[in-house]
């Protein structure tokens, strides 16, 4: 029996003799038992490696998929398409947001495509208030200060931060992540003001004790600001040089979104001419790349886009992309179709 396209141990066999049912490839690592339970029922290629493919490797192992299953580093255009044939099916992120993967392309060529929505709302969530209360407390200051062993200890006013209680946060994106970070937000005593695209349900609205505003009001009136809409055309620099003079001169921003939505060298331009107090960021224009402008700053905090990096949530994303990946090679709906 010949291994084609591989040389990894961990495939399954696939003979030169033809295809042993449908083929599906799943591009980085994986936790729980995603990969053991497709295996059961199809002929997989892992890429067992908790990295980006090359593009020139994705091209490879794509060859002949009827469905893959790709980590949010891999973008999947008109040339990963050609690349897998005419028999792909599905494409399964395992990530909410999908600007990695070209839909209008994937639909035209009657690939279905499916996301990871729902599972991650309350990790990225609490990453997003997390960062409120690091940029406003200014702990990652604090902690380097401490590490570096130049603390002098308590000082009445060393290391003074700002108290999110009585303030008022921005939600830009009023979806299941925003939302739920607007909880967060209400039990720290903060007031909740949402903007979005599509308006949020009025019952979310009235929990919360929110106030949908426009845009320019949302950035005029919010202490933190806080960025969940999804990376797409209309939202690319959507905060941008114009948006950031709106803000308060005291007001942070936070994004565990999509890096693009905030146009970086204007953020940084903003930080230096104190336009703004501080931002803290999960997500970057250009990752893994930091504008280095951000990373020499204190009032910056700096995270390597981890919002949904807890073993729980990152086992249930898997699971999910697994799950649509079954049921569609089965003939079932995809349970969590994009668009
Ligand atoms: C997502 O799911 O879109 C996150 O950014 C990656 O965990």
């Known amino acids: 029996m010949r291994l084609v396209g591989t040389s990894d141990a961990s495939t399954t066999a696939r003979t030169a003799d033809g295809p042993a049912g449908p083929r599906v490839v799943v591009l980085g690592r994986l936790p729980g038992d995603a990969v053991e339970r497709l295996r059961a029922r199809h002929t997989v290629h892992?890429?067992?490696?908790?990295?980006?493919?090359?593009?020139?490797?994705?091209?490879?192992?794509?060859?002949?998929?009827?469905?893959?299953?790709?980590?949010?580093?891999?973008?999947?255009?008109?040339?990963?398409l050609d690349a897998a044939g005419p028999q792909l099916r599905i494409v399964a992120n395992v990530a909410v947001g999908?600007?990695?993967?070209?839909?209008?392309?994937?639909?035209e060529r009657g690939v279905l495509v499916t996301n990871t929505p729902g599972v991650l709302t309350d990790a990225t969530a609490d990453l997003a208030f997390a960062l409120v209360l690091m940029v406003t407390r200014r702990l990652a200051e604090a902690e380097r200060e401490?590490?570096?062993?130049?603390?002098?200890?308590?000082?009445?006013?060393?290391?003074?931060?700002?108290?999110?209680?009585?303030?008022?946060?921005?939600?830009?994106?009023?979806?299941?992540?925003?939302?739920?970070?607007?909880?967060?937000?209400?039990?720290f005593g903060m007031d909740v003001l949402l903007s979005g695209r599509s308006a949020p349900d009025p019952a979310d609205v009235r929990a919360l004790q929110a106030r949908v505003v426009p845009f320019e009001e949302l950035l005029a009136?919010?202490?933190?600001?806080?960025?969940?809409?999804?990376l797409t055309p209309a939202t690319l620099h959507l905060v941008d040089a114009s948006a950031l003079a709106r803000m308060?001169?005291?007001?942070?921003?936070?994004?565990t979104a999509r890096g693009p939505v905030v146009d970086e060298a204007a953020l940084v331009a903003a930080l230096e001419a104190g336009t703004i107090a501080g931002a803290g960021l999960d997500?970057?224009?250009?990752?893994?790349?930091?504008?280095?402008?951000?990373?020499?700053?204190?009032d910056v905090v700096?995270?390597?886009?981890?919002?949904?990096?807890t073993i729980e949530t990152r086992t249930?994303?898997?699971?999910?992309?697994?799950?649509?990946?079954?049921?569609?090679?089965?003939?079932?709906?995809?349970?969590?179709?994009?668009?």
């Not at 009136?221 to 999804?230: K, R």
């Not at 308060?248 to 994004?255: E, H, M, Q, T």
């Not at 700096?302 to 990096?309: D, E, K, M, V, W």
């Not at 699971?319 to 089965?330: E, G, K, Q, S």
């Open 46 to 80: 892992y890429r067992d490696e908790d990295s980006t493919a090359p593009a020139e490797e994705v091209l490879r192992l794509v060859s002949g998929a009827d469905a893959l299953v790709v980590t949010l580093g891999h973008r999947v255009d008109a040339a990963v």
């Open 98 to 107: 999908y600007d990695n993967v070209d839909v209008a392309t994937c639909r």
């Open 146 to 187: 401490v590490r570096s062993g130049q603390t002098a200890g308590w000082g009445m006013f060393h290391l003074l931060g700002t108290s999110v209680q009585g303030k008022a946060i921005g939600i830009l994106g009023p979806g299941a992540i925003g939302l739920a970070t607007a909880r967060r937000a209400r039990a």
């Open 221 to 230: 009136s919010s202490d933190v600001v806080s960025v969940h809409t999804p």
């Open 248 to 255: 308060k001169p005291a007001a942070y921003l936070v994004n």
């Open 283 to 298: 997500v970057f224009e250009d990752e893994p790349r930091v504008h280095p402008g951000l990373r020499e700053r204190d």
């Open 302 to 309: 700096l995270l390597p886009h981890i919002g949904s990096a």
């Open 316 to 339: 249930a994303m898997a699971d999910l992309a697994a799950d649509n990946v079954l049921a569609v090679l089965a003939g079932d709906d995809a349970l969590t179709p994009v668009g």
